[in-house]
């Protein structure tokens, strides 16, 4: 028996006979980039978000580099993120001639610390790039003064977490929702994944929503007239056609998501494996979508290779920290800089999650589990 850690397949056959009616109707019209179907995906995102403003684009990383642009980074500014999240998170930022400035994340939730934000704020602090790891928000409410202060820009990287929520205030608030822009990837893994790449930037004003328009349209105010140089970052009219059908299955799959983590959750208390298995933490108030279940385990790359050779496919999210990575060197971090993310990578194994998991391949997961920790 092998045991994926996703399995498009199944989902596809589920949406099949919609999706391809989708694509015809795109063919039919002949009209491939932007258009009509981008205009209305990004209506029923931005309605489902309760958002004010969707703008669709190539990939969640151009989604990031967009809202940067639009939020007025360059040279000589800082951008204050994650160290313990997916490489696009800190190149948006590099992209544009700023330096990443990261804070170190919350051993439990794996999301950034707010404490260790307000300690990286300086005088050239101009955005903060919160990344909802996994599928579960950070803390948003406890976003420090300092950087409201500095007027620096908000940029939500949703792009493991389209749909999660947080409890603040008497309001739930998804991601993308908390005032600034949130950055959104649909690729083909992610819960809302396209067929191919594609992104979303949502906004608040009306002036972003109007650069982020322009800026995914090589910085054109009207055809053949540029102000400003922006990315050749349009989405596809396929695409979209594919995520407004999908998108109409997103909360039935995240609650199947949700179900397969509380049996793993049951599963692993009946296993007496609560002391080489730590669970991932659903913090209170929040909404996790599990895009990944990602536990901390015990002799990690054993236990990784050990289920390989049984046919379960687990992976390991991340296993070096952005500070890290040889390409950001000068930024003049060094190993010991950001000790929690540091020790996650050598902790975390992400176990088979996709809405279509049967009960039978997760209690086959924890066995193989409960095998290699009692023998
Ligand atoms: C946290 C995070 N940020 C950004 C991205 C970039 O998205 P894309 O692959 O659509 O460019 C990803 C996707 O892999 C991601 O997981």
Redesign the pocket.
């Known amino acids: 028996m092998t045991i994926p850690s996703f399995d498009l397949k199944r989902n596809y056959a589920r949406v099949e006979s919609e999706i391809k009616e989708a694509i015809d109707r795109v063919l039919s019209s002949q009209h491939f980039i932007l258009g009509p179907d981008v205009a209305a995906f990004e209506a029923e995102a931005a309605a489902y978000l309760e958002t004010p403003y969707a703008v669709g684009c190539a990939?969640?990383?151009d989604a990031?580099i967009l809202a940067l642009m639009a939020a007025g980074v360059g040279p000589g500014d800082e951008v204050i993120t994650s160290p313990f999240?997916?490489f696009?998170?800190a190149s948006c930022i590099t992209r544009l001639g700023a330096k990443p400035v990261f804070a170190d994340v919350e051993p439990d939730s794996y999301n950034i610390s707010m404490e260790g934000v307000a300690g990286a704020v300086t005088p050239r602090t101009k955005a903060f790039i919160p990344?909802h790891l996994f599928g579960q928000l950070c803390k948003m409410e406890d976003t420090p003064d300092a950087l409201k202060e500095k007027n620096a820009a908000l940029v939500e990287?949703c792009?493991?977490a389209f749909g999660a929520h947080r409890a603040h205030g008497g309001r739930i608030l998804r991601g993308g929702a908390w005032g600034g822009f949130g950055c959104f990837?649909f690729?083909p893994t992610k819960n809302l994944g396209a067929y191919g790449?594609a992104?979303m930037a949502t906004c608040f004003a009306e002036s972003d929503a109007k650069e982020l328009s322009r800026l995914r349209v090589h910085g054109a105010t009207e055809t053949y007239l540029h102000e400003e140089v922006g990315l050749n970052s349009r989405m596809d009219s396929i695409q979209a056609a594919i995520l407004r059908v999908r998108l109409r299955m997103i909360e039935t799959w995240t609650e199947e998501r949700r179900d397969a983590a509380r049996r793993y959750g049951l599963l692993f208390a009946e296993n007496g494996l609560d002391g080489e298995i730590t669970q991932p933490a659903e913090t209170p108030g929040n909404r996790h979508t599990y895009h990944q279940y990602v536990v901390k385990a015990v002799r990690r790359d054993s236990l990784h290779e050990f289920l390989a050779g049984r046919g379960i496919v687990t992976r390991v999210y991340y296993p070096l920290p952005l500070h890290l990575q040889p390409c950001f060197a000068s930024a003049g971090y060094k190993k010991g800089s950001l000790p929690v993310s540091e020790a996650l990578c050598g902790e975390v194994l992400a176990l088979p999650m996709f809405p279509e998991l049967l009960p039978e391949e997760q209690e086959a997961v924890v066995s193989a589990i409960a095998e290699f920790y009692k023998g």
Request: net charge negative; aromatic share 12%.
């Open positions: 990939s969640g990383s990031l999240s997916f696009a998170t990344v990287d792009a493991q990837s690729f790449d992104g």
